[in-house]
């Protein structure tokens, strides 16, 4: 999964606010509660049997920045805007794709991103290969940021088997964090 290359290529750092989107048993929550410290990480699930689970290890592991959220299939339901909200191997199980990422993006802090990792689903043998509703390529994400009203900021090549993209508010100055 390369979390720690990962957050360190998103530049995520303390007091940050991400929304770890499609967080499942939160193999990218933890490292992000760790680089965010002061700050929040909201572990967004749609799958309530996750919340528990979120909840106890958080727990556990004495995460307070960690806020498990009970997401809705068109709306992370974020109680605040978001520094980063990130996407890793998920925005495929969306169904209404275009619809959820405008959503997402009106979540977003004035220079907040949108970082999505995603399954190249053009490569010989890739997983969802057989499989058209289960793939999402990089030109369709960049169809539905735009209409989201969002600018491609950086294309990070990290991966052999997915395509990772940060996104960012069209009208924000600047470049990436």
């Known amino acids: 999964l390369k979390t720690a290359e990962v957050i360190q290529k998103l530049g995520v750092k303390s ?11 939160g193999a990218f929550t933890w490292p992000f509660a760790k680089a965010v410290g002061t700050g929040t990480v909201y ?14 290890r958080a727990n556990e592991q004495g995460l307070a920045q960690v806020k498990p959220i009970l997401g809705k299939d068109e709306d992370p339901m974020l109680p605040e805007k978001v520094d980063l909200a990130f996407f890793h191997d998920v925005l495929h199980h969306i169904e209404k794709r275009a619809e959820y990422l405008k959503t997402v993006a009106g979540y977003l802090k004035p220079n907040g991103r949108i970082a999505v990792i995603e399954l190249d689903a053009t490569r010989p043998n890739a997983s969802h290969r057989d499989e058209p509703d289960q793939q999402v390529t990089r030109e369709q994400v960049d169809q539905w940021m735009t209409a989201a009203g969002l600018r491609k ?11 990772f993209v940060v996104y960012g508010l069209a009208s924000a100055s600047g470049g990436a964090k």
């Open 43 to 56: 572990a967004v699930e749609v799958d309530k049997a996750y919340i528990p689970h979120l909840e106890r």
């Open 15 to 25: 007091g940050d606010i991400v929304a770890d989107l499609g967080a499942g048993a």
């Open 153 to 163: 900021l950086e294309e990070i090549p990290m991966y052999e088997d997915k395509w």
